[in-house]
Nanobody, 119 residues
Framework: QVQLVESGGGLVQPGGSLRLSCAAS????????MNWYRQVPGKERELVAA???????NYGNSVRGRFTASRDNVKNTAYLQMNRLKPEDAAVYYC?????????????WGQGTQVTVSS
């Protein structure tokens, strides 16, 4: 499997912005969806955003209009631009990819990056 490496989390004030990145190295035949999930203690992991290989995006209701998912297929990197952050956006954010390597369809999770929204 491929290792996904996330970066960009941190502490931000309400109303601020952060940009998360999720990168991987590997001989991908194709990367289907690049997804972003988040999880807070005691709750299930929820889908925040997804972007297909063709660039179509889908967002959770709570982030639609504030978050933007994008991807760079040359760099094998996914991005999540988070604007107008709210305290309830605080969570550990994970990327999750669905891809093909060596003729095998696989999926992988990133290690997670903490986002804290607080004044």
């Amino acid at each position: 499997q491929v290792q996904l490496v996330e970066s960009g989390g941190g502490l931000v004030q309400p109303g601020g912005s952060l940009r998360l990145s999720c990168a991987a190295s590997g001989r991908f035949s194709i990367i289907y969806a690049m997804n972003w999930y988040r999880q807070v203690p005691g709750k299930e992991r929820e889908l925040v955003a997804a972007i297909t290989k063709d660039g179509f995006t889908n967002y959770g209701n709570s982030v639609r209009g504030r978050f933007t998912a994008s991807r760079d297929n040359v760099k094998n990197t996914a991005y999540l631009q988070m604007n107008r952050l709210k305290p309830e956006d605080a969570a550990v954010y994970y990327c999750y990819w669905d891809y093909v390597v060596g003729g095998t369809r696989l999926s992988s999770w990133g290690q997670g990056t903490q986002v804290t929204v607080s004044s």
